[in-house]
């Protein structure tokens, strides 16, 4: 598994004030839920998988659907695919989750996805279980970066 050594401390300002955001928005962050998100914008895979059930899918129409155990396939292709405009770390691949802004019900939850460093924007519709989170769907606003994400697996 991969882990980011980076830490929220040397993310920078505009990270630690997006995470205190969060924080303030009805999400526990002992919850799976909270640390899920938490683990999004840190890039700490263990942190996302903690938080998942263990029947968990997280699916991305540009990259792949992926389980717990595949998850870290995710990362590695969405750097590689975006490493056509230059060397991306892990820690850019950090993605902020702001809401809820939709609540289907208790269980379904739609939040607005974000990965500023690389310039993908988005929604996420996350189904909460009784044993984590038992699955995110994303989808992009058509943009530059998500342009870059669909051609790249065109070609593949």
Known sequence: ??????SVDDAGPKVVQFLDRVRDQNVNPTSP???????WAQTDLEKI?????????FTDPFVGSFDGRSLHKYFDLVQDRLSCTGAISRRELA???????KQRSHKELQFYREA?????TGVAEIEIGERGVVAERVAYDLNLASDMLCRASALR
């Open 95 to 101: 993605f902020f989750l702001q809401g809820p802004m």
């Open 33 to 39: 839920l909270g640390r899920y998100i938490e683990g």
């Open 116 to 120: 500023p460093r690389i310039g993908l």
């Open 1 to 6: 598994m991969y882990r980011d050594l980076c």
């Open 49 to 57: 998988i903690d938080a998942t059930a263990p029947s968990y899918r």
